[in-house]
């Protein structure tokens, strides 16, 4: 059931999504989706949810424990964007249907948002506890960081599942999409890690 709602929610949309459609799909009758769930917020919220805590134990399992902070923060993202790609359905529920229909929804999308965060903040203080630089760094910049750094995976997750240089060519991998943001990201930590901030001079 949830799987069905997961589809048509990203079909066609919150609005447009109805209880009858959902149930067609899973091949269920209408009044059994009515007996788990109350109401098509409640199944949305429900779909939320799972999407969320498996998108968030797919960047965690990706993770390779005990390696070199730039490899663990390789490995998250390759398995952000590995997820991101092979379940574009979910991926297009919490990051285009979810974001844009209000309370409670928006809230629940919030809370996946935070535990990312707060797991990219933990592996970019462990970076700087690596390279000696973690008193240099104060908590509120790693976090600053972790939060930008997640606002870009998400943007590129967007322009990955979509972007095409021509109707014969495929999407860029979740490898390259990964790769990316690591030549954006990680050449700029690494800069940081070492010192070499940039300044916006006097002007």
């Known amino acids: ?3 069905a709602a997961v589809a ?10 109805s209880m009858d459609e959902i149930a067609e799909v899973a091949g269920v009758s209408k009044p059994l989706v009515y007996l788990y769930l109350n109401s098509k917020e409640e199944l949305f919220s429900a779909v939320i949810r799972r999407e969320s805590a498996a ?5 965690r399992a990706a993770v390779e424990p005990g390696g070199a902070a730039d490899r663990q923060l390789w490995s998250g993202l390759k398995g952000f964007f590995t997820y991101t790609a092979e379940h574009p359905d979910s991926w ?13 929804f928006v809230r629940e999308v919030a809370a996946m ?7 990219v ?8 506890r690596e390279a000696g630089c973690d ?30 240089a021509g109707p014969a060519t495929a999407p860029p991998s979740a490898r390259e999409t990964a790769a990316t943001l690591m030549n954006f990201a990680w050449t700029g930590l ?7 901030r940039w300044t916006p001079g006097e002007n």
């Open 1 to 3: 059931m949830l799987d």
């Open 135 to 164: 008193t240099e760094l104060a908590e509120r910049e790693v976090a600053g960081l972790a939060h930008a750094l997640v606002g870009a995976a998400e943007s590129l997750a967007e322009w990955a599942n979509t972007a095409t």
């Open 92 to 104: 297009a529920v919490l990051h285009q249907q979810a974001r844009t229909q209000g309370e409670p």
């Open 55 to 59: 998108l968030v134990a797919a960047v």
């Open 190 to 196: 690494g800069r940081l890690m070492v010192g070499d």
């Open 113 to 119: 948002r935070a535990g990312l965060t707060d797991f």
């Open 121 to 128: 903040t933990g592996l970019i203080a462990a970076a700087a």
């Open 8 to 17: 048509t929610f990203a079909r066609r949309g919150y609005r447009a999504a």
